[in-house]
């Protein structure tokens, strides 16, 4: 193919009409230079080869840099391409892949924070670490685990042997393979089991006359707990279940906590056996979380915690700040704000947990209603207002969780024959059935939380009567109950459902305010083994030890023991409602 020679190329330049030309044509660059730039007859090979390498350098350059953008417009390929949008540095943006890249985050903690360099935009995480590494999923602009509600993990929990089993055995049956029926709900719109008042009304134990503990085992989750076919316990009666062996318990070691009244503080007080905290309630549908006291803690930051009851309740709440104390490191930071160590006396107690600017606190109301006095012709005698709430109110009104009970002061003597004794207004009636009175000091109860309580801000629950074990006589009559170690296993044996808590689910379901109702009545007729019995102090003589056995605790709880399963079925249930919610 014939090429003309750079001579002949200036030949045909020079000789060409428009080189000389000035008027501007739109296509021919020389126009764009000046005139007497245009009549210079100087030209140069050097100028075209030049010019050609410049263009072909720059070409290079841009292919040479590894952006997605620039390669498919110059189709240029990258070998090993940048997974994520172009930025100059990798560490400006998230992993959000499960393989991150070859420097994975260094995770210390299961909760940590993940900066975004590029939008300034600062992400909290929670993930879910394993062997390879945080699985993480973006939603949205946050970051969640990868389908896993699990709340944060307890670190108390986390660091007990991971190869610990937890061998489980139904009190009612050692295996319930192949049995899937379910009891009817003792929480249900109507009141009662089916039709029956048993607490014990299960069809699949009426076959199953005992039971073996220490059945079928059971591997700590670490990942959450399994809530159910949804992730939740929606639909599962969680009060509906048994007691199974779990040699994690106790939440706390028994002597760690000095908030335990020394009525309660069975091992201060010299039982001997342990067998008792080795307990674990296990709900027939679905699993309850453990509780988790760094979780709890966070739910309740610059909170207000109010248990408002009787002793009952008071065992509850000092169980629950056992707990939560018990999960962090100075527990200096922890302290009932009046300096007090012991609560049996009337009145109002909180302990405030410092770092989270929180507190946990008790009111004493055994009745709810007022206790008064009333003046008669035969001089003045005590009452009880079944129309008036107690004048402790205003101790809890504006708090954010409140959990109410009342029950046991109702079985008193007084309260039983309702003598002379119930009021409503000036007038005292002669007679009154104790429990047509307990459904009208609940009536009340009830008109107060719908007319004072703020459902956007103040959650409210209430717990349910807790079964005494009293053997040969009552609390005041030779009631025994100090030889008992283990639970009962057959569900015969258990009583009714009180009457009592009927008369409560009526009124809750005619409630405006929606109330959450722990209902613990039939766990704890399980659990005749976990009561202080004589192990409500040292004794110091013989003497003192027998005339104890006449006197025996058989309805209040050692702890550790059972109200710390009370707080894991309260910590479920303020989960559940933060899920509704």
Known sequence: MFSPSPEVLLSFLHNSPHYYSPVFHPMEPMGLLSE??????????FCLGGAASLIFVGVFFLASIKSPKLSSFLQVPTVGGWPFPFSASPSSYTYLSPSP?????????PQFEIVNRTQEQKVSVVANVNETGPHLEAKGEEIVPEKNNTPLQDPAYSLRNESSLVREGSLLNGSREGNDSREGSI??????????????????SQDNSSAQAGGEEDKPTRRGPNLGKEG???GCDIFDGSWVRDDLKPRYSAGSCP??????NCHLNGRPDEEFVKWRWKPNACEIPRLNSTDFLEKLRGKRLVFVGDSLNRNMWESLVCILRDSLRNKKRVFEISGRSEFKKK????????DYNCSVD????PFIVRE???????GSFETLRLDLMDTTTSMYHGADIIVFNTGHWWTHEKTSKGEDYYQEGNYVHPRLKVLEAYKRALNTWAKWVDNNININRSQVLFRGYSVTHFRGGQWNSGGQCHKESEPIFNQKYLGKYPSKMKVLENILHGMKTPVTYLNISRLTAYRKDAHPSIYRMVYNTEEERVAAERAQDCSHWCLPGVPDTWNELLYASILQSHRDS
């Open 101 to 109: 890249p070859s420097s994975p985050l260094s995770v210390k903690s």
């Open 259 to 264: 908030y335990i009244d020394r009525d309660f």
């Open 232 to 234: 939740n316990m929606e």
């Open 372 to 378: 008064s006095t009333f003046r008669g012709s035969n």
């Open 36 to 45: 007497s730039f245009r009549k210079r007859r100087v030209g140069s090979p």
């Open 347 to 354: 009145g109002f107690y909180a302990f405030r947990f410092e």
């Open 187 to 204: 929480v249900s719109s109507s009141v009662g089991n089916n039709g029956s008042d048993s607490l014990a009304s299960s069809p699949t």
């Open 362 to 365: 008790f009111v004493s109301s």
